[in-house]
Every structure is written in C-alpha cells, then in structure tokens.
C-alpha cells in the first residue's frame, strides 16, 4: 500500500477492448513480458452493453448513477420520447460539469496530466474522454471511416493530421468493421499520437480504445476461429505499443466493457414504434429459421407505452401501473415470452437484485426480464446500422445475416472481463469494473 502511495505515475495508458471476455486473456502470449497481474473483473451492473460499461470505467460509478444505461434509453418524463445517444451523452457531462460525476480523464487533466485518447468507435473515445478535458483525441467519424483528430491545443491538431496523411492513415478502408484490420488502424494511430504528441511530455494518461473484437464477436461468435486470431492479433498490436520506447515506465492497464454469449434462438420485434410481435429465430446449424410469432395480444398493447430490447434483456415501461399483474403473467406464460425468460423481476434471487439495484435509474424500465443463457434480444434499429439484414419469413445465415454472439445480459460470460495490470498494486478480494477509476486515480494521485 505505502509503495503504491509514495510513487506517482508518470505515464498511465488504459487500454479497454471491446468485447474482451475473461477468457480471451490467455491469448495474450506476446505481451506476457508487460503484465505483472490478470484478474477477474465483474460488471457488476447490467445491462453489459458497450456504452454504460465504458462509462462505468471512466466514471467509477455504476449505470443508477451516470444514467447511461444503454446507446438509448426510454425517459418517463418526455413519453413517448427514447432518448439517443447524443442527448445522453449531454446528460452525462452535464453531470460531470455540475460536479456529481467525477470522470477520470478529467481529473486527470485537472491535475496537470497530458491526456490523449485513440478510438476506433466514437462513442467509446466519447465516454473515456470529455473533449475540453483532453489534449488529443482521434476518432474515427462514422460517416466518413477517416480520422478525425480534435484537440483543445492547435499545437497538436495540424501537425497531427499531417503525419496521419503522410503515413496513409486518415481512412480506414476494409470494407467492414468485423476485420481485424480495423484494431490495426486504431493502433497505427495510436504510435502516431505516442510518437508525435508525447515526446518530453510528462506526466500523461493515454486510452485506446479498440472496437474491433466486438464486431468480429458478434458476427462470427465469441468461440469463433476469426475471434480467437483477432485476439491473437491484437497480441502483436498491444506489444509493438508497448514496446515503443516512449512508453518505457508506464503503467499499463488492458480491459474489457463485456464479454459476449453465443446465440442459438434470437428474438426480435416486428417495429419498435408500435410493435404487434416477437419473431423468433431459431439457429439449426448455419442457418436461422423462424420457429415461433408471440403476437402482443392488444390488452398488453395497451398497458404498454415502451419495449427496449437491450441484448440480455428486454425491459418495458408500462402506461397503466395496474397492469403489471397482466403483464408479469403474459411474461410468465408459455404464450407469451416464457419459455425465453430465465427470469422476470418477480423472481430474482438476492445476487441479481443487487446487480439491478446498482443499475436502477428512472430510465431503466418498469418491469424487465432477463433472457435464457443462449438467447438474445435485438433491436431492429441494429440491423438497419449494421450489414445483417432481416428478411422476414426466410431463412437467414448464420454469421452474414444474423450475428451470432451477443452481451448486455447479466449471465458470466457478459459480465466478466480480465484487468490486467502491468505492475503491482496492493491485492482486493474481487475486482469490479468501477474499481479501475479508482485505481487510476490512486496511481495519479
Ligand atoms: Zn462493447
């Protein structure tokens, strides 16, 4: 404890992959010689999906209370309005500006550390960093597949963008984002940034942020071959950075948001505005194939004012409070969800309320449940973003048109990432991933 106290951290670098489950740290052979400690690290909280896990990192805090529940949520108050991902983000910052959040890139800056941030998904560069609050930040813009490089200092902004055009780096160009190619570029930017922006300085906390895992994992299926040589690639990535002379002494931690479960039955809702049905896809090997249509019978249309569908669990929000008896029997029964439910909120054991409690915010839902181990909710709005389409009725392809992994449930192998650490810190019990604010923030202090 005194050693951890009495020395200051010069150069933190937080590494956070998407999708890192806690399995996949036994890949991580070439970077043996920069990891002094692997832990088991517990969400804790759900739903574990990228964007409230990011921000439990980054703030400490669980989703009750940075209220970034998923990349969208239903807000009670302004029925019937769900909330996108840019008012949410408002909402945190807002929180971290009035001083009832704390955000660690901020405090970091705030104490005089130069912070730098490389994301390959913008939302997570977004939820580790907070731009008035970071020296640099490059992203790549969704829209366009380049990289945008922002910063608060013009020192650092032109100078970067020209070396990124030099060494070709400005756009991503493989065709998708389930590529490991796509960790290779967010790395390549990285070196930039370490080799162009860090030089002298001192102190600094760096975070990169690599999304790629996380498509593959979806696609392909997180015991997939195309994930296990993702990982193994992302192996060389992290060693050649961390090899870089410029990061000689630092201490570097790698993490994950959530882990990932692979699907066999994958059920979606016809339309999110007024939905009607269920769909229920079941996998028989590569192919899906329709098994099962839970129409909304109208009674339950009408208790309803809001369904997400958030991976791992569905929740709803309910326009009469005294239908919830209605509702939790039509959840219950084998006509209505049942048979996909492992749980709904009346029978929860007393591990899983805890996990709900640190999770519980206006904005969660009334009444939720939790799916079967190998089941998974979609959102529609996903398939129109992402290259899997949803022909209704047909058959549908294992890993081209319907993704095969899935998180956001409150099962093991979502909510469980490694933390590894480069050097020692004093030994806890049990890890959460809360705790790696905390612990960045006691080797800055
Ligand atoms: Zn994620």
């Given amino acids: 404890m005194k050693a951890l106290k009495q020395r200051k951290v010069k150069k933190l670098l937080l590494v956070v992959l998407d999708q890192f489950r806690y399995d996949y740290a036994s890949y991580l052979k070439k ?12 969400a804790n ?36 309005s769900l909330i996108p991902f840019p008012s949410m983000y408002q909402n945190l910052i807002s929180l971290i500006d009035s001083g009832e959040i704390n955000f660690l890139s901020r405090l970091a800056y705030e104490k005089g550390y130069l912070v730098w941030c490389v994301g390959g998904k913008p939302k997570t560069a ?77 102190p600094w906390l760096g975070i990169i942020a690599f999304p790629a895992l996380d498509y593959i994992g979806h696609t392909y299926g997180p015991a997939s071959r195309e994930c296990i040589t993702a990982i193994k690639q992302l192996d060389k990535i992290l060693f050649n950075i961390f090899s870089n002379p410029d ?9 994950g948001d959530h882990g990932c479960r692979t699907i066999k039955t994958a059920i979606i809702m016809d339309e999110e505005k007024d939905p009607k049905k269920f769909i229920v896809y079941k996998r028989y090997a590569d192919m899906f194939v329709v098994e099962d249509e839970i129409p909304i019978g109208s009674l339950i249309r009408k208790a309803l004012s809001h369904i997400i569908l958030d991976g791992g669990m569905i929740r709803f929000w309910l326009q009469e409070m005294n239908s919830i008896a209605r509702l939790v029997e039509w959840l219950d029964s084998a006509k209505g969800l049942g048979k996909y439910l492992a749980k709904i909120c009346s029978s929860l054991e007393k591990s899983d309320l805890q996990i709900i409690e640190h999770s519980r915010h206006r904005n969660f839902g009334e009444i939720f ?52 650490l ?23 202090a």
């Fill in 126 to 202: 977004q939820l580790l960093t907070q731009l008035e609050a970071c020296n640099v930040r490059v992203l790549r813009d969704v829209a366009t597949n380049k990289a945008g490089v922002q910063s608060i200092h013009r020192r650092f902004k032109k100078p970067l963008e020209k070396v990124i055009d030099k060494q070709n780096l400005r756009e991503y160009r493989a065709k998708k984002l389930d590529d490991p190619r796509l960790d290779l570029w967010v790395a390549n930017l990285a070196q930039v940034v370490i080799n162009n922006v860090l030089k002298d300085a001192s």
């Fill in 422 to 444: 480069s050097q020692k810190i004093p030994e806890r019990k049990s890890y959460e991933n809360i705790d790696i604010f905390n612990i960045c923030m006691k080797l800055i």
């Fill in 31 to 42: 970077c043996r010689n920069y990891i002094s400690s692997i832990k088991l690290c517990d």
């Fill in 247 to 255: 990061l000689n002494d630092a201490f570097i931690i790698i993490t």
């Fill in 45 to 80: 909280s759900i739903p574990t999906m990228t964007e409230s896990m990011h921000t439990n990192i980054s703030t400490g805090k669980y989703p009750g209370k940075h209220e970034i529940i998923s990349d969208s949520y239903y807000d009670e108050r302004k029925k019937p």
């Fill in 369 to 420: 449940a939790l799916a079967e181990e190998d089941v998974a909710f979609f959102r529609r709005e996903w398939f129109r973003a992402s290259r899997w389409k949803i022909t209704q009725g047909e058959p549908l392809v294992a890993g081209e048109e319907m993704p095969l992994g899935e998180h956001g449930s409150i099962w093991e192998e979502d909510r469980y990432v490694p933390l590894i």
